[in-house]
């Protein structure tokens, strides 16, 4: 039943590129499948890291660079947005001219950009090299996975997917901790320079280990207008919902970009049913688990990623708490992920993706809701309760989406089935930060006004009352130099109830957000990979 739904992605005829390469094995260390599985993990650590260890570093980016709200948003939007743009191209460029080559490159520009950020003196320069970072990220993210299917037999195939997926899911959970010892102990630069010495050791490995793999119906030329169609069309879908908060969601310069980010998808669509060599061939959507497990990494990424954005500004600007002790009250979140990921892989060779998928969804919906109830004086112990549930919901989705999602795809198109996997992260990531971020905005630009008046406040004018509403989106109490101490304790109490406020909306959209992920879990099923790999659990 899966070869079937494979098969027909491919068209007739492709019946032997639709199974998974069986390599050779190699004695040697080049061509190493377990070596190979480092070298890539190295590699993807800092790709998945930066994912969130900048969140933590963001309040000192902010103050050492005098970064508005909406500047701190494009330090993780830009990357977020690259990433997404340029992933399917990416794995594109991987089956076209090998993986290892994109690999290569990728780790060495995003290492360069990483030290570039570093460098920098302006909010500018740093989102800037942000964009870089994801560009060649994108390069490397789904050369990553098109290795590792092209390296191990199918039988391992599907434990080497799991491991993959954890170190992705222990990166992303470690950034917090991470960045919170370096930003305290060094300071917010050390964040980038760390992928230097990182990027050196992956190039090096890489270099001396990885294989160069091309499929027998590798792709001969390159649809470019496919590509430009695409490119656009994200670009317009992500940027409309970037700037809808400061353009207003019913301006009509967001619909304007809502409508070509539209229009770009259509064409695309009709384009790749008549080019010979489509960017993405449509028939690969014919697969519901594939498209299931595409859909699921959006919405999981949006309830994340999202939530992890104000979570690092709750416990630093509302509770007070250092870099790294911020850091170590998300430890809960880390090391659940870090467990629960194998544990998931058993799981998910034992009974298939869809239980173990939707329960994990099921956990991060109620994660979610828990953390919407924070108060300014919510206990350490009570914080990790729900830390530590998210991580634990979050681990199944990082390890079992990506195996449906590459298992259901055909061997010449691992690059192609890699790109939509991140690409749906990435998305997801963007999208989340963009759109909570607009709740956040608007519940604080709502309730702000009352809450002050309500305190016995000076009255504002709008000038003074708008950057003060940028100020408490962040956590922060707009108090001014000079302020007596009674005054600065209202200002303060106001400030961190509305930030609170603004929070919780935003941490129950996630919650109904990650309720209709439970939903989509339920139409995944295990791809003809995974089926070969459920006996290798025992290796």
Not at 379 to 389: D, E, G, N, T, Y
Request: proline letters at 5%; glycine letters at 12%; one cysteine or more.
């Amino acid at each position: 039943m899966t070869s079937q739904t494979t098969i027909s992605a491919t068209g007739p005829g492709d019946k032997a590129a639709a199974a998974p390469s069986d390599p050779t094995p190699s004695t040697g260390l080049r061509g190493h499948p377990w070596f190979t599985l480092i070298t890539v993990a190295v590699g993807v650590m800092m790709v998945a890291l930066d994912g969130t260890i900048v969140a933590i570093a963001n309040p000192a980016i902010q103050k050492d660079l005098g970064a508005s709200f909406a500047d701190v948003q494009w330090i993780t939007n830009g990357y977020f947005l690259a990433l997404a743009v340029s992933l399917i191209t990416a794995g594109k460029l991987g089956d076209r001219f090998g993986h290892r080559q994109t690999f290569l490159i990728g780790v060495t520009g995003f290492a360069a950009a990483s030290g570039a950020i570093g460098l920098s003196h302006s909010i500018a320069f740093v989102v800037t090299f942000r964009v870089l970072q994801g560009l060649f990220g994108a390069l490397l993210m789904p050369a990553a996975l098109g290795l590792l299917r092209a390296t191990f037999p199918a039988e391992k195939l599907n434990m080497a997917i799991g491991l993959w997926g954890m170190v992705i899911g222990a990166s992303t959970a470690g950034g917090p901790i991470l960045g919170g010892v370096l930003v305290e102990h060094v300071n917010w630069q050390s964040v980038f320079f760390i992928n230097v010495p990182v990027g050196a050791i992956a190039l090096v490995l890489g270099l001396l280990i990885l294989r160069d793999h091309r499929a027998k119906n590798a792709p001969r030329s390159f649809d470019i207008l496919g590509i430009a169609l695409l490119s656009g069309a994200m670009f317009c879908l992500v940027w409309a919902l970037i700037k809808a908060p400061t353009w207003g969601w019913g301006a009509s310069l967001t619909w304007t970009f809502l409508a070509v980010s539209v229009l770009g998808f259509a064409l695309f669509a009709f384009w790749e049913q008549r080019v010979k060599e489509p960017l993405i061939p449509l028939g690969l959507f014919r697969s519901v688990p594939l498209s299931a497990g595409v859909v699921l990494m959006v919405l999981m990424a949006i309830a994340f990623m999202g939530g992890l954005f104000f979570v690092t500004f709750y416990l630093q600007n509302v509770h007070g708490m250092s870099p790294i002790d911020a850091g170590l009250h998300l430890l809960p979140l880390t090391g659940m992920m870090i467990v629960g990921s194998p544990l998931a892989g058993a799981a998910i060779t034992k009974l298939g993706p869809r239980i173990p998928l939707a329960g994990g969804m099921a956990a991060t919906a109620i994660a979610m809701y828990g953390m919407s109830t924070l108060e300014s004086d919510t206990s350490s112990p009570v914080m990790s309760i729900w830390f530590a549930l998210l991580g634990l919901g979050l681990a199944p989705v990082m390890v079992g989406a990506t195996e449906v999602i590459v298992g259901n795809a055909p061997m010449e198109l691992s690059g192609v089935a890699g790109g939509l996997q991140q690409a749906a992260m990435q998305i997801g990531g963007s999208l989340g930060t963009a759109v909570l971020g607009a709740v956040m905005a608007s519940r604080v630009d709502s309730d702000l006004p009352g809450n002050w008046t309500g305190a016995g406040l000076p009255k504002l004018t709008q000038p003074q009352l708008d950057a003060a509403s940028e100020a408490v989106q962040v956590g922060v109490a707009p108090v001014a130099k000079g302020t007596p101490e009674a005054i600065a304790a209202k200002i303060t109490t106001v400030a961190h109830d509305t930030f609170i406020s603004g929070m919780s909306l935003a941490c129950l959209v996630a919650a109904g957000v990650a309720v209709v992920a439970v939903f989509v879990a339920l139409l995944t099923k295990r791809g003809e990979n995974a089926e070969a790999g459920a006996g290798a659990a025992h290796i």
